[in-house]
T-cell receptor
Framework: EPEVTQTPSHQVTQMGQEVILRCVPI?????FYWYRQILGQKVEFLVS????????KSEIFDDQFSVERPDGSNFTLKIRSTKLEDSAMYFC?????????????????FGPGTRLTVL | AQKITQTQPGMFVQEKEAVTLDCTYD???????LFWYKQPSSGEMIFLIY??????QNATEGRYSLNFQKARKSANLVISASQLGDSAMYFC????????????????FGQGTTLQVKP
């Protein structure tokens, strides 16, 4: 069964450093997302990406964040200058488009996550 | 504004018994989808079940069923015949509207319910 993959599984970085989190969505999917989950808290939407551009971003997604789909398979989240409060689990997700009435159209497949620790 | 509320921070259930996890939502959109995800201690997000707002029948997926009461804006998850492996955090999530230029498909999550299954 196809799956979303994310690398690395765990990233430790110093405050102020840049990090790039990588995701490979399911190949025929067209909508891509990043979410984050601070330890013990709920999952929060960061950004959605469709047709090679950001379609929506949350207030968390400030100028320090950027996303890119550099080729036909990878989807990356970059944090330019990490802060302590960026420590969280970051999930990539993707979904396909079909009839809006079918489950497969609506299901967002999540990757296993990257745990980011900022020291 | 769209909102998901899970009022049970933690629940216990005896193995082999059924358990209901509560979820209420708030939206002004006529078309929306409701999701349940399971997050075990390993951290990944596992899709369990989906209910579309126009679905007349409650969704079922194996031991999982969704008790959808549209007028009350509730979408409770019922797990039948609980197993030890069901111990995890459970998140209810909502997506408003249909995919298109004005809707990005982002999911809004509730705070989650921790379920512990006792042997």
């Amino acid at each position: 069964e196809p799956e979303v993959t994310q690398t690395p599984s765990h990233q430790v970085t110093q405050m102020g450093q840049e990090v790039i989190l990588r995701c490979v969505p399911i190949s025929n999917h067209l909508y891509f997302y990043w979410y984050r989950q601070i330890l013990g808290q709920k999952v929060e939407f960061l950004v959605s990406f469709y047709n090679n551009e950001i379609s929506e971003k949350s207030e968390i997604f400030d100028d320090q964040f950027s996303v890119e789909r550099p080729d036909g398979s990878n989807f990356t989240l970059k944090i330019r200058s990490t802060k302590l409060e960026d420590s969280a689990m970051y999930f990539c997700a993707s979904s396909e488009t079909h009839s809006p009435e079918t489950r497969t159209y609506n299901e967002q497949f999540f990757g296993p996550g990257t745990r980011l620790t900022v020291l | 504004a769209q909102k998901i509320t899970q009022t049970q921070p933690g629940m216990f259930v005896q193995e082999k018994e059924a358990v209901t996890l509560d979820c209420t939502y708030d939206t002004s959109d006529q078309s929306y989808g409701l999701f349940w995800y399971k997050q075990p201690s390993s951290g990944e997000m596992i899709f369990l079940i989906y209910q579309g707002s126009y679905d007349e029948q409650n969704a079922t997926e194996g031991r999982y069923s969704l008790n959808f009461q549209k007028a009350r804006k509730s979408a409770n998850l019922v797990i039948s015949a609980s197993q030890l492996g069901d111990s995890a955090m459970y998140f209810c999530a909502m997506r408003e509207g249909s995919y298109g230029s004005s809707n990005t498909g982002k999911l809004i999550f509730g705070q989650g319910t921790t379920l512990q299954v006792k042997p």
